[in-house]
Protein backbone atom coordinates (compact mmCIF):
# COMPACT_ATOMS: atom_id res chain seq x y z
CA UNK A 1 0.00 0.00 0.00
CA UNK A 2 1.33 3.70 -0.65
CA UNK A 3 2.21 5.75 2.18
CA UNK A 4 0.41 9.10 2.07
CA UNK A 5 1.97 11.66 3.97
CA UNK A 6 5.38 11.15 3.90
CA UNK A 7 7.19 13.94 6.23
CA UNK A 8 7.84 16.67 3.69
CA UNK A 9 4.21 16.10 2.94
CA UNK A 10 1.79 18.92 3.82
CA UNK A 11 -1.84 18.40 4.55
CA UNK A 12 -2.52 19.64 1.07
CA UNK A 13 -0.75 17.83 -0.62
CA UNK A 14 -0.99 14.47 1.32
CA UNK A 15 -4.57 13.96 -1.04
CA UNK A 16 -2.50 13.79 -4.54
CA UNK A 17 1.05 12.34 -3.30
CA UNK A 18 1.63 8.79 -3.02
CA UNK A 19 5.02 7.58 -2.04
CA UNK A 20 4.70 3.54 -2.57
CA UNK A 21 6.26 1.92 1.19
CA UNK A 22 7.01 -1.58 0.55
CA UNK A 23 9.77 -3.67 0.63
CA UNK A 24 10.15 -4.99 -2.57
CA UNK A 25 9.96 -1.62 -3.93
CA UNK A 26 12.79 -0.64 -1.86
CA UNK A 27 14.72 -3.59 -2.28
CA UNK A 28 14.84 -2.47 -5.92
CA UNK A 29 15.45 1.46 -5.28
CA UNK A 30 18.45 0.73 -3.44
CA UNK A 31 19.72 -1.19 -6.25
CA UNK A 32 18.51 0.84 -8.95
CA UNK A 33 21.10 3.33 -7.06
CA UNK A 34 24.05 1.77 -6.62
CA UNK A 35 26.48 2.81 -8.91
CA UNK A 36 27.88 -0.83 -9.76
CA UNK A 37 24.28 -1.51 -11.18
CA UNK A 38 25.23 -2.37 -14.78
CA UNK A 39 22.85 -0.76 -18.06
CA UNK A 40 20.48 -4.14 -18.62
CA UNK A 41 20.19 -4.34 -14.84
CA UNK A 42 18.85 -0.99 -14.32
CA UNK A 43 16.43 -1.25 -16.82
CA UNK A 44 15.04 -4.28 -15.63
CA UNK A 45 14.92 -2.56 -12.19
CA UNK A 46 13.20 0.42 -13.85
CA UNK A 47 10.65 -1.97 -15.17
CA UNK A 48 9.40 -3.40 -12.04
CA UNK A 49 9.53 -0.62 -10.06
CA UNK A 50 7.45 1.29 -13.12
CA UNK A 51 4.87 -2.03 -12.41
CA UNK A 52 4.41 -1.31 -8.95
CA UNK A 53 3.82 2.06 -8.90
CA UNK A 54 1.44 1.32 -11.67
CA UNK A 55 -0.41 -0.63 -9.39
CA UNK A 56 -1.03 1.96 -7.12
CA UNK A 57 -1.93 4.16 -9.98
CA UNK A 58 -4.47 2.61 -11.73
CA UNK A 59 -6.32 1.52 -8.74
CA UNK A 60 -9.15 3.39 -9.90
CA UNK A 61 -9.25 2.45 -13.07
CA UNK A 62 -13.06 2.08 -14.25
CA UNK A 63 -13.74 -1.24 -15.74
CA UNK A 64 -16.54 -2.44 -18.10
CA UNK A 65 -18.59 -5.78 -17.17
CA UNK A 66 -18.47 -8.54 -20.41
CA UNK A 67 -19.65 -11.98 -20.69
CA UNK A 68 -17.12 -14.53 -21.10
CA UNK A 69 -16.54 -18.56 -21.35
CA UNK A 70 -14.25 -20.33 -18.94
CA UNK A 71 -13.80 -24.01 -19.24
CA UNK A 72 -16.37 -24.92 -16.74
CA UNK A 73 -18.77 -21.88 -17.23
CA UNK A 74 -20.86 -19.95 -19.77
CA UNK A 75 -21.29 -15.92 -19.93
CA UNK A 76 -19.74 -14.96 -16.42
CA UNK A 77 -19.76 -11.46 -16.06
CA UNK A 78 -16.16 -10.29 -15.83
CA UNK A 79 -14.70 -6.63 -15.11
CA UNK A 80 -12.79 -5.43 -18.35
CA UNK A 81 -10.66 -2.41 -19.07
CA UNK A 82 -11.44 -0.79 -21.92
CA UNK A 83 -10.66 3.08 -21.00
CA UNK A 84 -7.72 4.54 -23.01
CA UNK A 85 -4.65 5.82 -20.81
CA UNK A 86 -2.30 8.07 -22.55
CA UNK A 87 1.19 7.81 -21.44
CA UNK A 88 3.38 10.45 -22.05
CA UNK A 89 7.24 9.74 -21.51
CA UNK A 90 9.78 12.74 -20.91
CA UNK A 91 12.04 11.98 -23.38
CA UNK A 92 14.48 10.46 -23.03
CA UNK A 93 14.26 8.96 -19.55
CA UNK A 94 10.71 8.76 -19.52
CA UNK A 95 10.75 6.06 -22.15
CA UNK A 96 11.84 3.43 -19.45
CA UNK A 97 9.04 3.38 -17.95
CA UNK A 98 6.71 3.03 -20.92
CA UNK A 99 6.97 -0.95 -21.47
CA UNK A 100 5.94 -1.19 -17.71
CA UNK A 101 2.92 0.35 -18.08
CA UNK A 102 1.76 -1.14 -21.70
CA UNK A 103 2.16 -4.47 -20.31
CA UNK A 104 -0.24 -3.41 -17.90
CA UNK A 105 -3.11 -1.49 -19.32
CA UNK A 106 -4.88 -2.99 -22.02
CA UNK A 107 -5.13 0.45 -24.19
CA UNK A 108 -2.99 3.35 -24.42
CA UNK A 109 -1.62 5.95 -26.48
CA UNK A 110 1.68 6.97 -26.36
CA UNK A 111 2.69 10.63 -26.98
CA UNK A 112 6.41 11.77 -26.64
CA UNK A 113 7.55 15.14 -25.32
CA UNK A 114 10.82 15.99 -25.82
CA UNK A 115 12.79 18.40 -22.93
CA UNK A 116 16.47 19.50 -22.80
CA UNK A 117 17.40 21.13 -19.69
CA UNK A 118 18.89 24.37 -19.95
CA UNK A 119 22.00 24.34 -17.98
CA UNK A 120 22.07 28.06 -16.93
CA UNK A 121 18.68 28.38 -16.26
CA UNK A 122 17.70 24.58 -15.12
CA UNK A 123 14.22 24.66 -17.03
CA UNK A 124 12.98 23.14 -19.59
CA UNK A 125 13.11 24.01 -23.49
CA UNK A 126 10.57 21.48 -25.70
CA UNK A 127 12.16 20.57 -28.93
CA UNK A 128 9.68 17.66 -29.53
CA UNK A 129 5.55 17.94 -29.01
CA UNK A 130 4.02 15.20 -29.96
CA UNK A 131 0.99 15.78 -28.14
CA UNK A 132 -3.27 15.74 -29.53
CA UNK A 133 -4.26 18.95 -29.66
CA UNK A 134 -7.33 18.04 -27.45
CA UNK A 135 -7.21 16.01 -24.13
CA UNK A 136 -10.37 17.17 -22.85
CA UNK A 137 -11.78 13.77 -20.99
CA UNK A 138 -8.57 11.85 -21.07
CA UNK A 139 -6.84 10.33 -18.32
CA UNK A 140 -2.89 11.17 -18.80
CA UNK A 141 -0.03 9.71 -17.03
CA UNK A 142 3.10 11.63 -17.52
CA UNK A 143 6.15 9.20 -17.05
CA UNK A 144 9.27 11.52 -15.59
CA UNK A 145 11.68 9.13 -13.98
CA UNK A 146 13.57 11.40 -11.88
CA UNK A 147 11.29 14.65 -10.64
CA UNK A 148 14.33 17.28 -9.65
CA UNK A 149 13.69 20.61 -9.58
CA UNK A 150 10.19 20.18 -10.81
CA UNK A 151 10.80 21.86 -14.21
CA UNK A 152 10.24 19.52 -16.45
CA UNK A 153 7.02 18.07 -14.63
CA UNK A 154 5.71 21.41 -14.39
CA UNK A 155 6.19 22.06 -18.03
CA UNK A 156 4.21 19.55 -19.12
CA UNK A 157 1.74 19.65 -16.90
CA UNK A 158 0.94 22.62 -18.20
CA UNK A 159 1.10 21.30 -21.51
CA UNK A 160 -1.46 18.83 -21.27
CA UNK A 161 -3.48 21.36 -19.05
CA UNK A 162 -3.88 23.96 -21.74
CA UNK A 163 -5.31 21.29 -24.18
CA UNK A 164 -7.99 20.24 -21.70
CA UNK A 165 -6.68 17.30 -19.37
CA UNK A 166 -8.43 17.06 -16.29
CA UNK A 167 -7.46 13.83 -14.93
CA UNK A 168 -3.20 13.87 -14.60
CA UNK A 169 -1.41 11.77 -12.85
CA UNK A 170 2.46 11.37 -13.13
CA UNK A 171 5.20 8.04 -12.29
CA UNK A 172 8.52 8.69 -10.99
CA UNK A 173 10.79 6.64 -9.59
CA UNK A 174 12.87 8.90 -7.13
CA UNK A 175 11.52 12.33 -6.30
CA UNK A 176 13.25 15.35 -4.59
CA UNK A 177 11.74 17.15 -1.75
CA UNK A 178 11.83 20.64 -3.79
CA UNK A 179 10.51 19.38 -6.78
CA UNK A 180 7.31 17.61 -5.38
CA UNK A 181 6.70 20.63 -3.54
CA UNK A 182 7.41 22.98 -6.54
CA UNK A 183 4.65 20.58 -8.64
CA UNK A 184 2.55 20.66 -5.83
CA UNK A 185 2.38 24.58 -5.99
CA UNK A 186 1.86 24.37 -10.19
CA UNK A 187 -0.22 21.80 -10.53
CA UNK A 188 -2.11 20.56 -6.86
CA UNK A 189 -4.61 18.44 -9.06
CA UNK A 190 -1.96 16.04 -10.38
CA UNK A 191 -1.57 13.22 -8.81
CA UNK A 192 2.30 12.12 -8.09
CA UNK A 193 3.35 8.53 -7.64
CA UNK A 194 7.05 7.81 -6.70
CA UNK A 195 9.37 5.15 -5.25
CA UNK A 196 11.42 7.09 -2.95
CA UNK A 197 11.59 10.70 -2.06
CA UNK A 198 15.37 12.54 -1.56
CA UNK A 199 15.59 15.47 0.58
CA UNK A 200 17.93 17.70 -1.69
CA UNK A 201 19.45 18.67 -5.06
CA UNK A 202 22.57 19.42 -5.62
CA UNK A 203 24.37 23.07 -6.94
CA UNK A 204 23.49 21.42 -10.59
CA UNK A 205 19.96 20.33 -10.05
CA UNK A 206 20.60 16.63 -9.39
CA UNK A 207 18.33 14.82 -6.81
CA UNK A 208 21.31 13.74 -3.96
CA UNK A 209 21.45 10.89 -3.46
CA UNK A 210 19.68 9.79 -6.37
CA UNK A 211 20.80 7.64 -8.86
CA UNK A 212 22.70 9.81 -11.42
CA UNK A 213 21.24 10.43 -14.91
CA UNK A 214 18.64 7.87 -15.74
CA UNK A 215 18.37 8.78 -19.41
CA UNK A 216 21.84 7.62 -20.11
CA UNK A 217 21.52 5.08 -16.92
CA UNK A 218 18.87 3.21 -19.15
CA UNK A 219 20.02 3.93 -22.73
CA UNK A 220 23.97 5.04 -22.28
CA UNK A 221 25.54 7.97 -22.74
CA UNK A 222 24.67 10.62 -25.66
CA UNK A 223 27.58 10.68 -28.38
CA UNK A 224 29.00 14.27 -28.07
CA UNK A 225 29.45 15.46 -31.52
CA UNK A 226 33.60 15.75 -32.37
CA UNK A 227 34.70 19.46 -32.08
CA UNK A 228 37.19 18.60 -35.60
Known amino acids: ?24 VADRVTRLRAATTDQMTFGRLAHEIATSLA ?23 SPRITEQVVLIPILRAGL ?34 ALPKDLTGTRVVICDPMLATGGSLIHVAD ?21 IARSHGAHPTVRLFTAAVDPV ?12 DAGDRLFGAPVRPSSA
Open 201 to 212: LNEHGYIVPGLG
Open 1 to 24: MPETVPPIASKAMAENLFVVDHPL
Open 96 to 129: GLVPALQEMLPVTRVCHVGLRRNEATLQADVYLD
Open 159 to 179: MVVDRGATDVTALCLISSADG
Open 55 to 77: YEAFRDLPTTEVLIDTPVAENVA
